[in-house]
């Protein structure tokens, strides 16, 4: 009679659909947030709207893409819970995003550099082989493309516009141009998730969206920052390596969820 | 069978009930106008299903939306409702009628221009010139793309000096 051999509890296979329901749901939600602080703040009323308003969409679609995190995680947590109850560590959005505002050329510039990955990502996900994510990608993609004109005329108007407003967003784009590669990087998940036809190739799309970059920085007068080198530690948002920035915004956006856990209004 | 309510409603009486549901932010146009409601389906013991899709992932007036309808249907007499959300095909303005339209532009509002374009990226558009939905002119512009709710951009017009709202066309 043969013992049974005590086999050690293999370590739980990396859900790569639930990373990159992550991946974008934090995105969208840290980017909100980001948004939702200058409400009150913005330099003319219309700004003021138009900036909530994108945080809102921004806001809803995290909504969609966190409640079906947690479904697929099957641990009964909401898209509350996985917002207000995670650690710095477990968000999963590139770095681009939890920068912080700065002064307005810089949001802008934060924002038309998302804003165009998120067209040509969300086109490219609309065709998974997962219908419901298909289906959220299409939503989500009416909404960006609203938000690319927004933030891309804004580049135009800004690049091509005063001196001073041109020397603001030429040093927004020079700052934030290292946090660029990070959103193509095809890491272990994405990669994995690319042969089945669940999410998109990223490294493919980065032509997509460097040629539509390209294009409005050149009609704005703007200069394309060199390229820059692939340091891992500009790219380490995707596996919750993030700056100090973000456990900031974190304790601002937690605070009331942690103090009345429950609460209901 | 005891249980069975005595009279099963049909699927056109709920639709007429669903047709004065007004949405909460545009409150000249039913649900079903504006596109919201996608299906209705009554089961053999008189449960009724609504299927309804949001107009943006993040329209804070969609849990209001489904509570309205559920308690127009509960006011109805049905007992049972479930509100099913759909995704797919994403929502339109499109969809909104021609009859709709003309109430959204005696409320004020311009009604919404046809979603012709593809493109991912479009920018330096010939400007629009929205139609006044007081005088009618065209002598207008947009004043900004985002307006008081998600679906409503801000516009005015030379013509009369008015401000008014344009329903997105998305």
């Not at chain 1, 710095?88 to 050329?105: K, M, S, T, Y």
């Not at chain 2, 804070?60 to 309205?68: F, H, K, L, T």
């Not at chain 2, 679906?151 to 709202?165: A, D, T, V």
Request: hydrophobic share 40%; net charge negative; with cysteine.
């Amino acid at each position: 009679m043969t013992q049974p051999s005590v086999v050690p509890a293999l370590p739980e296979p990396p859900h790569d659909e639930l990373e990159l329901l992550l991946r974008l749901g934090d995105d969208r939600l840290v980017l909100g947030h980001r948004l939702s602080e200058w409400c009150g703040h913005a330099p003319i009323l219309e700004e003021d709207i138009a900036l909530a308003n994108v945080a809102l969409d921004l806001l809803g679609q995290a909504t969609l893409f966190l409640r079906r995190a947690g479904r697929l995680e099957g641990k009964g947590r909401d898209e509350d819970a996985l917002a207000y109850f995670r650690e710095a560590v477990e968000f999963r959005n590139c770095l681009l995003v939890e920068q912080p505002n700065g002064d307005f050329a810089f949001t802008i510039a934060r924002q038309f550099l998302f804003d165009v990955h998120a067209v040509v990502t969300l086109d490219a996900l609309s065709r998974s082989t997962r219908p419901e994510l298909a289906a959220l990608a299409a939503k989500a993609l009416k909404e960006a493309k609203y938000h690319v004109r927004h933030s891309g005329e804004w580049m135009l108007k800004l690049g091509d516009g005063t001196d001073e407003s041109h020397r603001r967003v030429q040093r927004a784009l020079d700052e934030l141009w290292r946090f660029t590669p990070e959103l193509f990087v095809a890491d272990g998940v994405a990669a994995r998730l690319a042969v089945q036809g669940i999410a998109p190739d990223l490294p493919a799309l980065r032509p997509q969206w460097a040629s539509i970059v390209r294009d409005v920085v050149d009609r704005a007068t703007l200069t394309l920052p060199h390229e820059v080198s692939h340091s891992p530690h500009l790219r380490g948002g995707r596996s919750g390596m993030h700056g100090e920035h973000l456990g900031h915004l974190l304790a601002e956006m937690q605070i009331v969820a942690r103090t009345h856990p429950g609460a209901k209004w | 069978m005891s249980g069975a309510p005595a009279t099963r409603p049909t699927r056109e009486a709920i639709l007429a009930i669903l047709d004065t549901v007004m949405d909460p932010e545009v409150p000249v146009l039913s649900v079903r106008e504006l596109g919201i409601v996608r299906d209705v389906s009554v089961d053999h013991d008189g449960a009724v299903t609504v299927v309804v899709t949001p107009t943006y992932s993040g329209c804070p007036a969609i849990r209001v939306i489904e509570q309205d309808i559920t308690s127009a249907l509960h006011d109805a007499g049905v007992e049972e409702v479930r509100i099913q959300t759909v995704y797919s095909p994403a929502w339109t303005s499109d969809w909104i009628p021609d009859s709709a339209r003309a109430k959204l532009k005696a409320y004020g509002i311009a009604p919404p221009t046809p979603v012709a374009s593809t493109e991912l990226v479009q920018l330096l558009r010939a400007p629009r010139t929205p139609q006044c939905p007081y005088c009618d002119s065209h002598d207008t512009e947009v004043r900004s793309e985002f307006g008081s709710t998600a679906c409503k951009s801000i516009c005015w017009c030379r013509s009369c000096r008015q401000p008014f709202e344009e329903f997105k066309g998305i």
